[in-house]
């Protein structure tokens, strides 16, 4: 009898040793001067396994969008009655910062992160590329939801550039030199700020979960 459950542990653990071996790497030499086969070949593991978790070289480093883009989905369409999209999606921000983890960007390994980001053309495409993604994800909830396509790619937009915000801002600051605690104390604040920010605007779009 096959046990699914220990294959799915199995695929996702070697998934995690590519990616973990790959950022180390990318982070030591830059991102543009590490190859697939240097990766694959670090990692113990064929060029094509490699491929097989990862279509795309950037992938390997901005590992976490599949994931980021499924909680975000599930955060809006799992919301519970009497609950507007902004307000899940704000609680959902609170939540990640809470716990420390590595999306709420206040965490004291981000300067490694962000160096690698910002020093490849490649990995920045793909990161506004994953941005639009994301705002694609949302703007077909809420159309579904509402049947409006103009005010639901609005307001997805809107949403996006607050969750990437969110996340540059705490970033940004410590890779300043700003102490990872103070900013993750103060980083309360600024989520609220973001969504007090699309909230007013687009006030309860597309509605209250019934």
Known sequence: MVDHGLRER?????????????????????????????????????????????PRKEDLFLDRHADRLADLVSVVTSRPAGTSAVAALRR??????????????????????????????????????????????????????????????MVAGLLTTAITTIFTHAMSRIVAGDDAEVVRGEQVGFIDQAFDLVEHGVEEFPGVSG
Not at 11 to 21: H, Y
């Open 10 to 54: 199995k695929k996702r653990a070697t998934r995690q040793l590519i990616s973990n071996v790959a950022s180390g790497l990318f982070i030591e030499r830059g991102f543009d001067e590490v190859t697939v086969a240097e990766v694959a070949e670090a990692a113990g593991v064929s060029k094509m396994t490699v491929f097989n978790y990862f």
């Open 92 to 153: 959902h921000q609170h939540s990640l910062l809470a716990s420390g983890h590595p999306l709420s960007g206040a965490i004291a390994g981000g300067p490694g992160f962000w160096w690698v980001l910002k020093s490849s053309p490649a990995l920045m495409a793909r990161w506004y590329e994953q941005e639009r993604e994301i705002a694609d994800a949302l703007a077909e909830v809420f159309v579904a939801e509402t049947g409006d396509a103009f005010r639901s790619r």
